[in-house]
C-alpha cells in the first residue's frame, strides 16, 4: 500500500515484478528487471519514507536505510541497466526462436548474430547502459529514476534536426563503407520508434536484418518503421491539391453531393 502511494506521488504506474525463474525464465527475468527499472524512483522514495518512518522499530527502518544506499548506489545501477540491455536482448531471441517457422539455419544466424552484439555492447553500451553512465556522470541517482528522467531539446529546430539525422541511418547510402557494427543505428532508429510509435524491439531485430543483407532485401519488421518515415509530410502541398481537386468537383451548381461519395471521385 505505501509503495503504491509513493507511486501516485510522483505519477508512475507501478509495475508487478510478478513470478521469477518460470518456464519462460528469460521473459519473467527481463520483465522483472524493467519493473525495477521503471519503478526506480518510487522504490526509492518508499525506502526513504520508510527509513525515516518514527513508528518504526529501529531494526526496521535500519533495513530500509540499507535497501535504499543499495539502490542508490553506482554498483546496483550499473548492473540493473547491464541486466535491461542483456535480458532485453536475450527476451527478444528467445521470442523469435519459438516462432513456428524457425528454421536451423536461420537459428544459427540469429545466435551467432547475438553472439556478435554482445561483443559489440563491450565497446558500445546499449541504451539502457548508456543513460546510467550518463546519470551516473552527472549524479543525477539519488531521487531521480533514470529510466523516467527527460533530456530537454532545446526547441523545435533541435527536435526537427535529431528526426533528421535519425532518419539518415535507415537509408544504406548514408552507412560507411566498412564492415558496420551489430550495433549501428540502434540508438537512432529506437529514437524513431519513439517518436512514430511503432514496435522498437521488433523494429531494431529488423533494422539487425536490414543491415546484414546490405539492404538487398527489407524485412517485414523494418515495414512499420519505413512506412511511417514515407508518410511524414514534407510540406502541404498535397494537402492543398486534395482540396484544390475537391473544389473542382464539388462546384456551387453540382453541391448536393454526399461526402462519401466526393471522396470516391
Given at each position: 500500500?505505501?509503495?503504491?502511494?509513493?507511486?501516485?506521488?510522483?505519477?508512475?504506474?507501478?509495475?508487478?515484478?510478478?513470478?521469477?525463474?518460470?518456464?519462460?525464465?528469460?521473459?519473467?527475468?527481463?520483465?522483472?528487471?524493467?519493473?525495477?527499472?521503471?519503478?526506480?524512483?518510487?522504490?526509492?522514495?518508499?525506502?526513504?519514507?520508510?527509513?525515516?518512518?518514527?513508528?518504526?522499530?529501529?531494526?526496521?527502518?535500519?533495513?530500509?536505510?540499507?535497501?535504499?544506499?543499495?539502490?542508490?548506489?553506482?554498483?546496483?545501477?550499473?548492473?540493473?541497466?547491464?541486466?535491461?540491455?542483456?535480458?532485453?536482448?536475450?527476451?527478444?531471441?528467445?521470442?523469435?526462436?519459438?516462432?513456428?517457422?524457425?528454421?536451423?539455419?536461420?537459428?544459427?544466424?540469429?545466435?551467432?548474430?547475438?553472439?556478435?552484439?554482445?561483443?559489440?555492447?563491450?565497446?558500445?553500451?546499449?541504451?539502457?547502459?548508456?543513460?546510467?553512465?550518463?546519470?551516473?556522470?552527472e549524479?543525477?541517482?539519488?531521487?531521480?529514476?533514470?529510466?523516467?528522467?527527460?533530456?530537454?531539446?532545446?526547441?523545435?529546430?533541435?527536435?526537427?534536426?535529431?528526426?533528421?539525422?535519425?532518419?539518415?541511418?535507415?537509408?544504406?547510402?548514408?552507412?560507411?563503407?566498412?564492415?558496420?557494427?551489430?550495433?549501428?543505428?540502434?540508438?537512432?532508429?529506437?529514437?524513431?520508434?519513439?517518436?512514430?510509435?511503432?514496435?522498437?524491439?521488433?523494429?531494431?531485430?529488423?533494422?539487425?536484418?536490414?543491415?546484414?543483407?546490405?539492404?538487398s532485401?527489407?524485412?517485414?519488421?523494418?515495414?512499420?518503421?519505413?512506412?511511417?518515415?514515407r508518410?511524414?509530410?514534407?510540406?502541404?502541398s498535397?494537402?492543398?491539391?486534395a482540396?484544390?481537386?475537391?473544389?473542382?468537383i464539388?462546384?456551387?451548381?453540382?453541391?448536393?453531393?454526399?461526402?462519401?461519395?466526393?471522396?470516391?471521385?
Amino acid at each position: 500500500r505505501q509503495l503504491a502511494q509513493c507511486a501516485q506521488a510522483v505519477g508512475q504506474r507501478l509495475l508487478v515484478i510478478g513470478r521469477v525463474l518460470s518456464i519462460r525464465w528469460v521473459a519473467s527475468s527481463e520483465r522483472s528487471v524493467r519493473a525495477v527499472w521503471e519503478n526506480y524512483r518510487v522504490l526509492h522514495d518508499h525506502f526513504t519514507n520508510a527509513a525515516n518512518d518514527t513508528s518504526r522499530d529501529s531494526r526496521d527502518r535500519a533495513k530500509y536505510k540499507g535497501l535504499d544506499d543499495v539502490l542508490t548506489s553506482a554498483t546496483f545501477v550499473s548492473n540493473l541497466g547491464l541486466m535491461y540491455d542483456a535480458l532485453t536482448e536475450l527476451s527478444d531471441l528467445s521470442r523469435q526462436l519459438q516462432k513456428r517457422e524457425m528454421t536451423l539455419p536461420t537459428a544459427d544466424r540469429l545466435l551467432t548474430r547475438e553472439i556478435r552484439v554482445f561483443e559489440s555492447m563491450v565497446t558500445m553500451p546499449g541504451p539502457h547502459m548508456t543513460t546510467v553512465h550518463t546519470a551516473l556522470a552527472e549524479e543525477v541517482l539519488q531521487g531521480c529514476c533514470p529510466a523516467t528522467r527527460e533530456i530537454p531539446l532545446h526547441g523545435r529546430e533541435a527536435r526537427d534536426n535529431q528526426l533528421i539525422q535519425d532518419m539518415k541511418v535507415i537509408h544504406p547510402g548514408s552507412w560507411p563503407e566498412e564492415e558496420l557494427d551489430v550495433q549501428y543505428g540502434d540508438v537512432e532508429v529506437l529514437r524513431l520508434c519513439e517518436v512514430l510509435k511503432v514496435d522498437r524491439r521488433e523494429t531494431v531485430q529488423g533494422f539487425r536484418e536490414y543491415k546484414e543483407t546490405r539492404a538487398s532485401r527489407t524485412p517485414a519488421a523494418m515495414e512499420p518503421l519505413l512506412k511511417a518515415v514515407r508518410t511524414i509530410a514534407v510540406s502541404t502541398s498535397e494537402c492543398e491539391r486534395a482540396f484544390s481537386c475537391m473544389n473542382d468537383i464539388l462546384t456551387a451548381k453540382r453541391n448536393a453531393l454526399s461526402v462519401s461519395r466526393l471522396s470516391s471521385l
